[in-house]
């Protein structure tokens, strides 16, 4: 049986901030795309987060199910403290992991031509 996967699309935006609070369920997938400067507040499962073609995209996630898939872009990733997600997929680019490099222990980096740094505030 195959899920209805609902899409919800951030394209072509600068220097914006898109808060969902827990109104996304765990059906959603959020696909970033040629944005620059956006920060994403995103407090309940959901699904998996794909960014493309983009710069400078803050992620403040919970968990995610099937996991993050960055494509050409630059991203920072904050996670709250119950911070889940199984799989970060890297092509052609860079994360900027926030925090305590331990809570991304538990998960599988594939990288491919990208760079992963860790920041401690």
């Known amino acids: 049986m195959i899920k209805n996967i609902n899409l919800i699309k951030i394209v072509n935006c600068k220097n914006n901030a898109y808060d969902f609070a827990n109104e996304l369920k ?15 507040f995103v407090n309940s499962k959901i699904n998996k987060i794909i960014v493309e073609n983009s710069n400078f995209v803050n992620l403040n996630i919970t968990q995610l199910i099937s996991g993050l898939e ?43 031509n990208s760079n992963i740094y860790n920041v401690i505030i």
């Not at 765990?26 to 994403?40: D, G, R």
């Open 26 to 40: 765990t059906t959603n997938t959020i696909l970033i795309k040629n944005c620059s400067n956006i920060n994403v």
């Open 70 to 112: 960055i494509i050409k872009s630059k991203v920072i990733l904050n996670p709250s403290s119950d911070y889940f997600v199984p799989v970060i997929e890297l092509f052609k680019s860079s994360i900027y992991l926030v925090g305590n490099i331990d809570l991304y222990f538990n998960q599988i980096v594939l990288v491919e």
